[in-house]
């Protein structure tokens, strides 16, 4: 089993609609989840921290489900420029500080 | 957020010869550095984790003695792939977190070509 898995995509939607990805975890030890956001060719970027309470970024909404090892990031009324790949990252847990597993990406295309 | 800096951004070198890239700290200590690779259509995956002053800690098949990774200063990691193949054309980048801080800040990865 991956260390993080995300949905297969690749995912090909209008604007303004709503996608949503999700994501499993099976380190039980990780502390920190993130979503970062990869353009082609390019580093990746954090797009958000996931916390257990949920959290909202403007359109991008994301969750986490502990219990379940579970991930999800919801992002509203999508824009043209949200067209990328969408990685979910979880740390290694215990001190290793920064030390990132990357699902392996899911690729959104969003068209006019 | 704090700035990583790696160079080259892109290389292209012959079979057969050693490509040194660089991964620097502009503001903060990086007392850790991280490196990743990706290949076309795959996610990063971890090669090394690099603590200031001490030896790397390699991923699990990945070669040591191939790919040399120095972080002999706070600012400063390097990864140098020695004898390199077309097989290790690829995307490296570097990513790096300084004391106490639990974020880690991405360099803007280095494609390497090998003819």
């Known amino acids: 089993r991956k260390e993080v898995e995300q949905d297969p995509g690749p995912f090909n939607v ?23 956001r990869q353009d082609c ?65 899911t690729i959104l295309t969003v068209h006019p | 957020g704090a700035v990583v800096s790696q160079h080259p951004s892109w290389v292209i070198c012959k079979s057969g010869t050693s490509v040194k890239i660089e991964c620097r700290s502009l503001d903060f200590q990086a007392t850790t550095m991280f490196w990743y690779r990706q290949f ?7 090669m090394a984790t690099s603590n200031e002053g001490s030896k790397a800690t390699y991923e699990q098949g990945v070669e040591k003695d191939k790919f040399l990774i120095n972080h002999a200063s706070l600012t400063l990691s390097t990864l140098t792939v020695t004898s390199a ?30 003819v």
Request: proline share 3%.
């Open chain 1, 14 to 36: 209008p604007e303004g609609a709503t996608v949503a990805f999700n994501c499993t975890y099976s380190n039980s030890a990780s502390q920190s989840f993130f979503w970062y």
């Open chain 1, 41 to 105: 060719r390019k580093e990746p970027k954090l797009l958000m921290s996931v916390y257990s309470s949920g959290n909202e970024d403007g359109r991008f909404t994301a969750q986490l489900n502990r219990a379940s090892q579970y991930i999800s990031l919801l992002i509203r009324d999508s824009k043209l420029s949200d067209s990328a790949t969408y990685l979910c990252v979880v740390d290694a847990g215990g001190t290793s500080y920064g030390k990132l597993t990357f699902g392996q990406g």
């Open chain 2, 85 to 114: 193949h077309p097989e290790d054309s690829s995307f490296y980048i570097c990513s790096a977190t300084g004391r106490g801080n639990t974020e880690a800040f991405f360099g803007q990865g280095t494609r390497l070509t090998v």
């Open chain 2, 40 to 46: 076309p259509k795959q996610s990063l995956m971890l």
